[in-house]
T-cell receptor
Framework: EPEVTQTPSHQVTQMGQEVILRCVPISNHLYFYWYRQILGQKVEFLVS????????KSEIFDDQFSVERPDGSNFTLKIRSTKLEDSAMYFCASSGGGLGYTFGSGTRLTVV | RKEVEQDPGPFNVPEGATVAFNCTYS??????FFWYRQDCRKEPKLLMS?????NEDGRFTAQLNRASQYISLLIRDSKLSDSATYLCVVTNAGNNRKLIWGLGTSLAVNP
């Protein structure tokens, strides 16, 4: 079964540092997403990406965040200057156009 | 009011029990409805979509009441492997790609 792959599985970073979370969506999917889940809280939408541009972003997705699809296979989330409150599980997801999402196994980001 | 609200839980039930999860959503124009399952520190996985006519998949039955803005999930003959958090998820009209999540209800099935 096709998978969405995320790396790394766990990233520890110092406050103020930049991090890049990587995702390889399913190859024939067209829509890509990032969600995050702070420990003990609900899953929250960050951003959706279609046709090489952001189609929607939440208020969480401020200027510190950016996404990129640099080479047609990877889909990255960059946080420029991490804060303690950015500590969370970050899930990448992709879909082919219908309502079926496939989620990656997540990157646990710990900001210290 | 929260966009998606669920039973606070946690639920602790013996094997073989029937357990019901409830969910309400605030936007009457919500378009699509789902139940996801999430194991501890893992990604959410789609359990089933929910239709107005109700749908069943083995031991799992989902119901939608649009008038009451209410979604339910029933698990019959619960197994130890059903232990997880069950997440109610909706999408809103005109934006069928952004998933809006409830906090989830934790279920522990005990031997």
């Amino acid at each position: 079964e096709p998978e969405v792959t995320q790396t790394p599985s766990h990233q520890v970073t110092q406050m103020g540092q930049e991090v890049i979370l990587r995702c390889v969506p399913i190859s024939n999917h067209l829509y890509f997403y990032w969600y995050r889940q702070i420990l003990g809280q609900k899953v929250e939408f960050l951003v959706s990406f279609y046709n090489n541009e952001i189609s929607e972003k939440s208020e969480i997705f401020d200027d510190q965040f950016s996404v990129e699809r640099p080479d047609g296979s990877n889909f990255t989330l960059k946080i420029r200057s991490t804060k303690l409150e950015d500590s969370a599980m970050y899930f990448c997801a992709s879909s082919g156009g219908g309502l079926g999402y496939t989620f990656g196994s997540g990157t646990r980001l710990t900001v210290v | 009011r929260k966009e998606v609200e669920q039973d606070p839980g946690p639920f602790n039930v013996p094997e073989g029990a029937t357990v019901a999860f409830n969910c309400t959503y605030s936007n009457s124009a919500s378009q699509s409805f789902f139940w996801y399952r999430q194991d501890c520190r893992k990604e959410p996985k789609l359990l089933m979509s929910v239709y107005s006519s109700g749908n069943e998949d083995g031991r799992f039955t989902a119901q939608l009441n649009r008038a009451s803005q209410y979604i339910s999930l029933l698990i019959r003959d619960s197994k130890l492997s059903d232990s997880a958090t069950y997440l109610c998820v909706v999408t809103n009209a005109g934006n069928n790609r952004k998933l809006i999540w409830g906090l989830g209800t934790s279920l522990a099935v005990n031997p």
